[in-house]
């Protein structure tokens, strides 16, 4: 059989530990022998940031520019440990974080559903995607504790120095405590078009929720610039897609995500995405069946995991013990990479395979064939455990079943 041909090279960033393995494993076994893969490949395993003194991740970023498409691999995020087992010259920054900043992108978190695994909610039938505003609010805020018998003001200073003033409180009672957060225009808007972007893309509801009666000016921001820009750039492609944009109090949206039955993008506020996402994550059964896209508001798409490297099984891995570690989520970073590869090349063979890679991956689950995380809590009868390498090989009898 020929294989598959691609026009455009994919962004490929290779990672580190565990998923760096089963990296090499998922091409050997599922990608190279049906798809002739043109990629350009950057190794942002630490080893190698290391040694270009991090410029491997800025030109991993730019070349995702010049693509439009990249799939990452779960990379390490340095600490004082990971210094010294590197031998490290500088704490390198995130990665994910580096590469989200470049493209001033959103990150959007979808879980992938297969049945024996259920959500904690049993209504969630569909898949919830969290998208979360990742500037500004109090992850840039400004803190003080506040002595009693003092006053707090906000101030603003004009170019010409000119001041304005309004009171925050008057410490008369006791000690106490402020906080200054900021946000930008340019920054939500760009939030509210990658998310209205991507519910397009998807074909799925945009919900967006703050509290803006409580929070008039700052909240309310929010509320209006989302509205401008869905009023003014997409309210006719959304009705004609038959897809809704759908604002309400943020209370009002948490108690509609419990009774709803799931698929739709639920756009949070940087705080609201932080804790509504490891909510969701957990309620629908695991992290590593978890996918991760960062969308940028010019239409640049990063696929990944949003699971780590896990360092546990790779440490297990080096001493030559078996290994049971999931890669359904790095599967579907691939097959999401490769099916927006096709649709921006037009190429309906390339977006064929991901589909069937997909299925063939799902099947395999719903097969009772599965990784230790998911044998933990999947409800099928007929279940069996497998290693990190037989679970890939199994994928891959019914990838050639689906390939004819
Ligand atoms: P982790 O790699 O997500 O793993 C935490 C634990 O979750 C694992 O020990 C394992 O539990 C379970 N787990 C996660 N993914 C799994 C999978 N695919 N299959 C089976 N079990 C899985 O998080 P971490 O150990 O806190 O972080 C390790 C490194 O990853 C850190 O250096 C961190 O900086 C990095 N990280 C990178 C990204 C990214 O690149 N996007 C994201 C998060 C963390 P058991 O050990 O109980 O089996
Ligand atoms: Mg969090």
């Known amino acids: 059989m020929a294989k598959i041909q691609m026009k455009t090279p994919l962004v490929e960033m290779d990672g580190d530990e565990m998923?760096?393995?089963?990296?090499?494993?998922?091409?050997?076994?599922?990608?190279?022998?049906?798809?002739?893969?043109?990629?350009?490949?950057?190794?942002?395993?630490?080893?190698?940031?290391?040694?270009?003194?991090?410029?491997?991740?800025?030109?991993?970023?730019?070349?995702?520019?010049?693509?439009?498409?990249?799939?990452?691999?779960?990379?390490?995020?340095?600490?004082?440990?990971?210094?010294?087992?590197?031998?490290?010259?500088?704490?390198?920054?995130?990665?994910?974080?580096?590469?989200?900043?470049?493209?001033?992108?959103?990150?959007?978190r979808t879980p992938i559903i297969v049945k024996g695994v259920e959500p904690y909610i049993p209504t969630w039938t569909k898949p919830i995607t969290i998208a979360r505003h990742a500037y500004g609010d109090i992850y840039k805020n400004t803190e003080m504790q506040v002595p009693q018998g003092c006053k707090?003001?906000?101030?603003?200073?004009?170019?010409?120095?000119?001041?304005?003033?309004?009171?925050?409180?008057?410490?008369?009672?006791?000690?106490?405590?402020?906080?200054?957060?900021?946000?930008?225009?340019v920054s939500i808007a760009g939030f509210a078009r990658a998310c209205l972007n991507y519910g397009l893309d998807q074909k799925k509801d945009v919900w967006f929720a703050t509290k803006d009666t409580i929070s008039k000016k700052y909240d309310h921001r929010f509320k209006d610039i989302f509205q401008?820009?869905?009023?003014?750039?997409?309210?006719?492609?959304?009705?004609?897609?038959?897809?809704?944009?759908?604002?309400?109090?943020?209370?009002?949206?948490?108690?509609?995500?419990?009774?709803?039955?799931?698929?739709?993008?639920w756009a949070c506020k940087n705080y609201d995405g932080d804790v509504m996402s490891d909510m969701v994550s957990t309620a629908y059964g695991?992290?590593?069946?978890?996918?991760?896209?960062?969308?940028?508001?010019d239409g640049l798409y990063e696929y990944e995991a949003a699971h780590g490297t896990v360092q546990r099984h790779y440490y297990k891995y080096l001493k030559g013990e078996e290994t049971s570690t999931n890669s359904v989520a790095t599967i579907f970073a691939w097959s999401g990479a490769l099916r927006k590869r096709g649709e921006l090349d037009g190429s309906k063979e390339l977006m064929d395979f991901a589909d069937k890679l997909e299925k063939a991956t799902i099947q395999t689950i719903e097969d009772g064939v599965m990784t230790g995380d998911l044998f933990l809590i999947s409800k099928l009868e007929n279940k069996k455990k497998v290693d990190s390498k037989t679970f890939l090989d199994e994928i891959k009898l019914r990838l050639d079943g689906l390939m004819g």
Request: net charge negative; with cysteine.
């Open 19 to 108: 998923t760096r393995v089963l990296w090499g494993w998922i091409k050997d076994t599922l990608l190279t022998p049906y798809v002739d893969l043109n990629t350009e490949y950057y190794d942002l395993g630490l080893k190698h940031r290391e040694e270009t003194k991090d410029q491997v991740t800025i030109d991993s970023a730019e070349a995702t520019k010049k693509y439009g498409v990249a799939v990452k691999c779960a990379t390490i995020t340095p600490n004082a440990a990971r210094v010294e087992e590197y031998g490290l010259s500088q704490m390198w920054k995130s990665p994910n974080g580096t590469i989200r900043a470049a493209l001033d992108g959103t990150v959007f």
């Open 152 to 185: 707090a003001e906000l101030v603003v200073t004009d170019k010409d120095g000119n001041e304005k003033r309004e009171l925050i409180h008057d410490f008369t009672r006791s000690d106490g405590i402020i906080q200054g957060v900021h946000n930008l225009d």
């Open 286 to 297: 695991s992290l590593a069946m978890m996918t991760s896209v960062l969308v940028s508001p």
């Open 228 to 265: 401008e820009i869905y009023d003014n750039e997409y309210r006719e492609r959304y009705e004609a897609a038959g897809i809704t944009y759908f604002y309400t109090l943020i209370d009002d949206a948490v108690a509609r995500v419990i009774r709803s039955n799931g698929g739709y993008i």
